[in-house]
């Protein structure tokens, strides 16, 4: 199968060969021919599969072959749940429609919005955004979406675990009812699914591969450590490897700067990229890491999808997601587009349940390492050993009435009560 078989014209042809792509991925062989029928799409691809091409290249086709407006309405949406991700799919956009007369631009909040409004009045075709920079433009009239052709929900479950569902719902109620849906998502539960009954006409639905899946050439492995040692572990894991890049996730943003603050002391150039850093610092940090400029990118699930890192050879867990799903997707940064990675995951005793419940959702056991010097202490309870018991203030009796446990201090202060009320009486 190559792209020319897919149905695509010359013009996209040349942009795809420019980036260096030879032949279509599994969502993009299933979806693109499916997209150019006209048909809505349902579909499910684990990161890293090619799916932004899946509908980009379709999507810019279609609009180039009825391009009939002189003042470009506003023609196709792709909502996106992160700032991070729209950024990414515009590029793909831009890349792919490069020799294409059709124009794109990119919304979305932490920034200045009077450049982007100066966009939007002089005229673009498709418009990439998040939902509520979206609907602030839109309350201001800087925008319509009367004419919409094409809508695309990107990462479609990570808008709804996001709360974006009512935000979704509002965007839907501006657009023509009759028009292409194309929902993208990585997974297909339940909720999803809703809401793909709620948009998509007739939907096709698309899966290239196994539901929870992850990239067959990321080499995962967990090591075990207290999570007091953990930090010494993941720059001695860097420094001994000589890593030039590695992406390393933390549970809370917090974390993320302490954990920054310890690799730049320990010599290592690192940067933090999370929900309470500004945009510019965000794109600043990415760039640097990009370029190699920066070594290690500390990271919180924010960019666990979207960020598109060619290349990329570690992920580190420095802490295990809360919710298995997002163990995927962080991974999922690395073993992109063929090339080879590893995963380590860096887990405490605390987290073993989180762990379990990974392996449980990918129905994978992943390898368990200890590293030397590194060892975690178990502390088992001793055998004849009883766990203490908590200390209650107090109890209720058989007969219901209150009794006082190891509270002799408060019974102190009662018989103390007691013997002043007494001789207060004498």
Known sequence: ??????????????AVHKKGYNEPSTIQE?????????????????????????????????????????????RALVLTPTRELAAQVYSNITEYGEYLDIRSTVIFGGV???????????????????????????NQKALSL????????????????MGFLRDIKRILALMPVKRQNLLFSATFSKEIK??????LNHPVMVEATPEFTTAEKVDQKVYRVDKAKKTTLVIQLISD??????????????GANKLCKKMIAAGITAAAIHGNKSQTARTKALAGFKKGEVR??????????????????????????????????????????????????LVSQEEKDYLRDIEKLIDLRLPSEIVKGFE?????VKENESPKKPFHKHSKRKDGKKKYYGGAKNTNKRSNFRTKNKSRSR
């Open 112 to 138: 200045n919005q009077k450049p982007q409004i100066r966009t939007l009045r002089n005229g673009v075709d498709i418009l990439v955004a998040t939902p509520g920079r979206l609907l602030d433009l839109h």
């Open 30 to 74: 299933k979806a693109i021919p499916l997209i150019l029928e006209g048909k809505d799409v349902l579909a499910s691809a684990q990161t890293g599969t090619g799916k932004t091409a899946g509908f980009t290249l379709p999507m810019l086709q279609i609009l180039a072959e009825q391009s009939k407006w002189k003042r470009r309405p506003l």
């Open 146 to 161: 009367a004419r919409i052709e094409i809508l695309v929900l990107d990462e479609a479950d990570r808008m709804l675990d």
């Open 241 to 254: 490897g000589n890593w030039e890049q590695v992406l390393v996730f933390t549970r809370t943003k917090h």
């Open 296 to 345: 290690v990118l500390v990271a919180t699930d924010i960019a666990a999808r979207g960020l598109d890192i060619p290349l990329l050879p570690h992920v580190i867990n420095f802490e295990l997601p809360n919710v298995p799903e997002d163990y995927v997707h962080r991974i999922g940064r690395t073993g992109r587009a063929g090339a080879s990675g590893e995963a380590i995951s």
């Open 376 to 380: 975690p202490n178990t502390s088992p």
């Open 194 to 199: 809703k809401l793909a009954g709620g948009i």
């Open 1 to 14: 199968m190559t792209f020319k078989s897919l149905g695509l014209t010359d013009a996209l042809l040349k």
